[in-house]
C-alpha cells in the first residue's frame, strides 16, 4: 500500500468515526487557539513573518511530494527537519526570548478581551503626509539636521519599533523637525512611519555589513542600508555634516536626492501599495 492509498484509508475512518467533544476538550481547543493566534500575531510583528511564509511553502511543497510519492523529495525533507528545527531555534534566539519576556509583562485578561487588530487603525500613507514629510525634509536639510526616517511597508517593524519611544503621532512637518532637532531627548535614533501614523522615535536599527559601501557613510547611513537590507522598508536619510539627502531601498543606497526626486518615490510607493491593496480585495470580493 502507498502513501496515498494510507492517507485516503486514514481519511476514510476519521470520517466514519465521529469523536466525543466534551468540556475539557473545548477548553483544550480554545487555549491551543489561543496560544497559536497569539504567536501568528507576534510573528507578524517581526521579520520572522517572511520566514514563516517560507515555512508554508515549503510544507505546501512537501504535501505535493507526499500526494505524487517525490521519493527524493520526501527524503531530503525527513533527513533535514530535525537540522532546521534547531537551526531555526538557534537563529531567532533574541526574538523568541523577546516574545517569552512580552508574555510574561502582558495582562493576560485583558488580551483575551481586546484584540489589537481591532485597536489599530487602518489609515494609510496620504499625500498630506508625503508633503509634510518633504518639507521636513527640505527644511532639516537646509541646517544640516541628520535624520533618519523610516517608512514601513509590507513588512512589520515591530521588533525595532519596541527599541524606541512609543508616540502613534499625525504625520507633520513641524514634530518631524522638532523630534531630530540638535539635543532634544528624542532626537537620536530613528523614526519609524506605519500606515499614516509616526508610530516611535529613537529606535535602533541594525548596521549593514554591505563591504562595498563608501567608506564616507557613516553610522546613520550603515542603518538605513542595514534596515532596509531585511525588509521592504523605504528610508530617507539627511547627513548631520553636509545636509545631503539620500533614501535607501533594499540594501541599495542613492544619495544627494532632490526633493522632486525624493517626491516621486514616496508617491510610486504608495501607488503601488494602494494597487495591491486594491488587487487583493478585488479579488476576495470576486470569491465571496
Known sequence: MNNLDRLWQNLRLSSLELPVINLKDIIEIALIAFVIYQLLKWIRGTRAWTLFKGMIIIFIIAIIALIFELNTILWIFSNT??????????????????????????????????????????EKITLKSIEEIIIAVEEMAK?????????????????????????????????????????????????????????????????????????????RHRAAVGISEISDCMVIIISEETGKVSIAIGGNIVRNVDSDYLRNKLVYQKKSNDAKKFKIWKGRQKNE
Not at 528624542?186 to 516611535?200: F, T
Open 81 to 122: 527537519i530535525d537540522v532546521g528545527i534547531i537551526a531555526l531555534l538557534i537563529v531567532f534566539q533574541p526574538e523568541l526570548r523577546s516574545a517569552l519576556e512580552q508574555l510574561g509583562r502582558r495582562n493576560f485578561f485583558s488580551t483575551l478581551l481586546i484584540l489589537d487588530e481591532q485597536k489599530e487603525r487602518k
Open 143 to 219: 541646517y544640516k539636521t541628520g535624520a533618519l526616517i523610516v517608512i514601513e511597508k509590507e513588512v512589520r517593524l515591530g521588533e525595532y519599533e519596541r527599541t524606541g519611544i512609543p508616540l502613534h503621532s499625525i504625520i507633520s512637518n513641524q514634530l518631524l523637525i522638532n523630534i531630530f532637532e540638535h539635543n532634544t531627548p528624542l532626537h537620536d535614533g530613528a523614526i519609524i512611519i506605519r500606515n499614516n501614523r509616526i508610530v516611535a522615535a529613537t529606535c535602533y536599527l541594525p548596521l549593514s555589513d554591505n563591504m562595498s559601501l563608501s567608506k564616507e557613510l557613516g553610522t
